[in-house]
């Protein structure tokens, strides 16, 4: 990855490289936030396709919001103020990406393609809605980089 690469450029590296949409999110903050890039991709394995095949919340969205949380830098004894900033954040960055995505699920932003079945994985590779996943994981970067 070069170091003139945007966040969401790396994001879809890390994407294209065989990670799973919140891993790429994340890993691309990571040295940004001091954190361990096997950290990263450990903590963020089991969110890509929706949480645990699930197909609910969009994976890209589940790493910024982990990116979100290690920004926060919450600390044991933080209390409930400093967790409460930390749900505003995220639920702002949610209506962000659903504004532009149209939706934070996963199944709805695929169009019901359901990418745990064989013919749903034919459907998404012949529509190549691969592009959508990273259009996903454009979105999460640049609303994380936001001012």
């Given at each position: 990855m070069s170091d003139k690469m945007s966040k969401a450029e790396k994001?879809?590296?890390?994407?294209?490289?065989?990670?799973?949409?919140?891993?790429?999110?994340?890993?691309?903050?990571?040295?940004?936030?001091?954190l361990d890039k096997n950290l990263a991709l450990s903590a963020a394995a089991g969110f890509g396709g929706g949480i645990g095949k699930s197909q609910g919340i969009c994976g890209a969205a589940s790493g910024a919001v982990m990116v979100l949380g290690f920004r926060s830098d919450f600390k044991e004894g933080d209390g409930r103020p400093k967790i409460n900033s930390v749900y505003d954040k995220s639920a702002g960055f949610l209506e962000g990406f659903k504004k532009t995505a149209g939706s934070v699920n996963c199944l709805e932003i695929l169009g019901?393609?359901?990418?745990?079945?064989?013919?749903?994985?034919?459907?998404?590779?012949?529509?190549?809605?691969?592009?959508?996943?990273?259009?996903?994981?454009?979105?999460?970067c640049d609303l994380l980089d936001a001012p």
């Open positions: 994001a879809v590296e890390i994407f294209d490289q065989g990670n799973n949409c919140a891993q790429a999110v994340l890993l691309a903050y990571a040295e940004d936030l001091a019901g393609c359901n990418l745990f079945s064989e013919e749903g994985r034919k459907f998404f590779t012949e529509n190549n809605l691969r592009d959508r996943c990273r259009s996903c994981i454009r979105l999460a």
